[in-house]
Each structure stands twice: as C-alpha cells, then as structure tokens.
C-alpha cells in the first residue's frame, strides 16, 4: 500500500471513526442522562467486564495475530489455501467462544464477588444478573473481531471502522427508553441486541471478498496453528492486561458511589482522541508494516514506525494540554444533565485529568506493539505488559490511598508510560534505531507550539468563564427551553477554545505540517495530471 492509498483509507477511516466516536458519547450522554452516576450503573459496567474480559483473551488476540498470517496468505503463491485458513480459523472462534459464553453465565456470581468485592449482596445479585444477560456479546463481538481481521488483511477498512455507528444509534435509543420505561435489566437486553449490529454491518463486505462458506475445520493447517502460536502470547499479554480492569473495579467497589462510573465517563473522554486521530492511521498501518517486513523491505518498515511515532506526537502533545485545560468544561458539556449532576462532573473531570497524562505513551506504545505483532513476535509486548501490569497494581494500591478514584487514573496512565519506554527501547534495539534525535528535535517545537496554544486557550476561558450571568439572562429571553440554550452556550465555548487553540498550534508548527501537505498536494496533482 502506497502513501497515498494509506493516507486515502486513514481518511476513510478517520471519519467513520468521527461519526461512531461522536455517537458513543451520544451514548454515553444518553446512560448518563438516564441513570446518572448511580448504584446501578456500577453494577451495569461491572456486569460488562466479565464477557469483556473473556473477549479480550480471544477477540482481541485473534485480529492482532490473525491480520499477518492472513496477509502472508493472500499473496499469489498462497491465495489458494487463504479460504481454508480463513473459515478454519472462524469455526475455531465459533467454539471456543460458545464455550467461555455459557462458562461465563455460570461463573458470573464468583466472578462478581472477585471483581467487586465493596459492593452490597443486592448490588452484587443485580451485577451477577445483569452479567448473564450481557454474556453473549462475547461471542458477538469476537465474531465481529474475525471479520475485523479478515477485512483489514484484504486492505477492506470502510466496514470495520463503521461497527461503532449503528451499535451507538441503537444504544442511545434504548438507553432513553430503558431509562424512562424498562430500567437497567431491559437495558442489558438492548445491549445484546445493539451489540449485534457490529457483526451483522460487515457481512456485506465480507460477502465482497467472494470468500465461499466452506464446512472446515482444519486445525493442522500450518497457518491456523501459527495463528494459535502467536496468539498464546496476546492472550497472555492480554490477560495481565485485564488485572489492572480487575483491581480498578475492586478498588473503586470500595470508594463512594458512583466512583466506578466516575472511572468509566473519564476514560471516555480522555481516550477520544485515541480513537479520533489515531486508531484510523495505526489501523492502516498494522496492514502496511506487516506487508513490508514479510516482504523484507526492513529499512522502509523503520521509517513506517518512525513515522507513526511521529504523527503521535504532532496530534497528541496539543491534545493533551488541551484535555488538562478544558477538562471540566468537555465533562460538563457531554455528560452534565439529568440524573448527572455537578458533583459527578467533578469526580469524572478530575479523573480525565489523570488519564489523560498518558495519552502520547498508549498511543506509541498500541503502535509499538503491533510494529512487533507485524514481525510476528507477541512475546514482547506480552512480557513488557507483564511489567507495565505490575506496576499498575502496586501504584493502585499506592495512590488510591491518597487520590481515591483519581489515584486509579494516574497509577493507569504512569504503568502505560513504562510500558511504552520498554518496547520503544527493545524495539530501537531490535532494528538498529528510531531516529532518536529527529523525533526529539519534533518534541521540541510541538511543546513550544502547544504551550503557545495553552496560553491562548487559557485566555479565551478567562474572558469568556462559565457560568456568566449573560448566559442566564439569554436563556431567560429567548422562546427557547432553557437547557437547550446553556447546552447550545456551552458548544459554541468549546468550539471557539478548540478551534483558536487548534489554529495557533498549527501556526507555531507550520514546519511539521509541510512535508505532509507537501506530500497531500503532490498526489493530488498526480492523479489531476492522470485524469
């Protein structure tokens, strides 16, 4: 894949991405606004770590080791055996998960007990219930995770990044629904049924692949067991990634009300920009850095990774400063209404503070790790998990003390900085160097030019402070309902700190932005010339 065709599917992706992104806080705003930051709602996501985190020991190992072996595959020479191995590999999923779905509705009472220890026997009944009834979104999802797989290995990225939307609109309907009418129990229903979508909404572009269903199950097929190989490491990686989910639930079960929902609203928003800016472009890349270590080409799989690690810090320095500014104001905006009052807004924006320091170090460190999936050594990244887990847990049990919930944030964020300074390291030494001196000569201007843009932010939010009796007095006259106008005040506020601030950040790093333009122009004029 080209530059250019990267740069093409990043922006398809990016702004499915914007859509299903902006419609999961509708979501969000929506369970907020229905059930505030509530006992119920603390059962709700508890019950959801359960098939989570049995998802993420398959799901998310099977599209992370699956996407190099079915590349390898698809090249000519392969291509045959690649409907084999594709249906084999489904089959496999189809089983084990069926297998851990009805586990889990089993277990889910131990579990709940394991995970939320400082929950009250009527709260932990109402978990343990509501986990039942959402444990089937396991197999949905990991289903959904192996038409991810197969799409993204076929360069088909348009449907996988679309899952989130249809998942969200149906969510937000039912959460208002639910709220007024069904309570949390039909809620955990509609979840199974929004869920579904996810899997159902990329049938049509499997159904493009002209992959025939074929009845096999070919466990001995050399890809099929390489698969299984490079997944036993993710699995583990991604088991001890679990444990700091786990020890934050059992933690946060023990803290005031409302603090394992303050937790889940604040990790939200602090990883929006994740999903925003750079899921799309690492969503591409993992294909190309794939293609080109199996194709040898060492040298350009260098400056692939150097090029990610790049992009992370242009979007995501500027990002940060601006969530640590604006914090309060983004929390109160998306989530402040209804059954989520002020008091709510303050524990989940503090909590966004926190998360949000460790935004640049998840992103290098998600690009890292699938730099060495793309070299198809999970071991790596399952063994610097290991140490970033353990240290998560001992900050947690450090910081919690102090900090409360907040102090769970911060442990989160310092162990995902550990974690990415060990693979930056192994990974330098591994192809020989990342260009050390130029990304750090990058960090410099983009800190100056996000420090210029906190300044400039920072003004705006002194002459324009929130709440102002102008407001009040405009919302007063006007033949509109109140809520709607703050709700209109507070988006117009957002917009003009985050466009001022995003505007003078541009123009301080100008430099950094050229060879990209360069680049988008250039082909651009490419294909007018062709045409």
């Known amino acids: 894949m080209s530059r250019w065709e990267a740069a093409k599917a990043a922006g398809i992706i990016f702004a499915a991405t914007v859509v299903s992104k902006v419609l999961g806080f509708g979501r969000e705003a929506a369970l907020a606004a229905g059930f505030g930051a509530s006992a119920a709602m603390d059962a709700y996501l508890v019950a959801q770590v359960v098939p989570m985190m049995l998802l993420g020991l398959v799901g998310a190992a099977l599209t992370t080791a699956a996407i190099p072996v079915f590349t390898a595959y698809g090249t000519a020479e392969k291509k045959g055996e690649l409907s084999c191995v594709i249906w084999s590999v489904f089959h496999a999923v189809l089983l084990v998960l069926s ?17 939320a220890p400082g929950f009250s026997p009527a ?73 579904s979508t996810q899997l159902l909404v990329q049938v049509p572009a499997l159904l493009k692949q002209e992959f025939r269903y074929q009845p096999v199950l070919n466990l ?59 899921t799309p472009i690492l969503t591409v890349f993992y294909p190309s850095l794939a293609a ?18 790049t992009i992370c810090l242009l979007l995501l320095v500027p990002v940060t400063v601006g969530l640590v500014l604006l914090r309060i104001d983004i929390v109160r905006f998306i989530f402040e209404r209804g059954a989520f009052d002020a008091r709510a807004t303050q ?14 170090p998840i992103a290098w460190r998600d690009h890292l790790s699938r730099a060495f999936y793309a070299l198809q050594d999970t071991t790596t990244p399952m063994l610097t998990g290991f140490v970033s887990i353990t240290a998560n847990v001992v900050l947690n049990l450090i910081l919690v003390r102090y900090l409360a919930h907040a102090g769970l944030a911060l442990a989160t964020a310092l162990a995902n900085s550990l974690g990415c300074l060990l693979l930056l390291f192994l990974l330098r030494r591994r192809l020989g160097g990342l260009g050390g001196k130029k990304l750090a000569g990058s960090a410099l201007q983009i800190l100056v030019g996000s420090l210029v843009m ?55 790093i100008g ?8 680049e988008y122009r250039r082909r651009q004029a490419a294909l007018g010339a062709r045409h």
């Not at 297998?99 to 007990?113: C, D, K, Y």
């Not at 097929?221 to 679990?242: C, K, N, S, Y």
């Not at 270590?293 to 040298?299: K, L, S, V």
């Open 347 to 360: 524990a989940t924006a503090v909590a966004a503070l926190c998360y949000g320091l460790g935004l640049l």
């Open 220 to 278: 001995a097929h050399p890809a099929v067991r390489r698969i299984a190989v490079l997944m036993t490491p993710v699995i583990l990686g991604v088991a001890i990634g679990q444990i700091n989910t786990v020890v934050d639930r059992i933690l946060a079960s023990g803290l005031a009300e409302g603090s394992i929902t303050a937790l889940n609203y604040a990790n939200r928003v602090a990883m929006l920009p994740i999903g925003f800016l750079i």
């Open 454 to 508: 906190a300044v400039v932010v920072t003004f705006l939010q002194r002459l324009f402070p929130w709440p102002a009796p102008g407001y009040v007095r405009v919302a007063s006259v006007l033949p509109l309902p109140p809520g709607l106008v703050i709700f209109v005040a507070q988006a117009l506020r957002l917009i003009l700190f985050i466009g001022a601030g995003a505007l003078t950040y541009a123009l301080v």
């Open 123 to 195: 709260q932990a009944e109402l978990a343990a219930g509501l986990s039942r009834i959402i444990m089937p979104t396991m197999l949905i999802l990991g289903l959904s995770g192996w038409a991810t797989a197969v799409l993204q290995a076929r360069k088909s990225f348009f449907a996988p990044a679309i899952i989130g939307i249809p998942s969200n609109i149906c969510l937000i309907i039912f959460a208002l629904w639910a709220a007024r009418h069904g309570g949390i129990y039909t809620l955990a229903w509609l979840t199974v049924l929004a869920t």
């Open 292 to 309: 080109r270590w199996t194709a040898g080409e060492r040298e350009r799989f260098r400056e692939l990774v150097e090029e990610g690690l």
């Open 99 to 115: 297998a851990l779905t009805l586990m889990g509705i089993f277990v889910s009472p131990l579990i709940i007990r394991l995970v």
């Open 511 to 518: 430099r950094q932005l050229r060879p990209y333009l360069k």
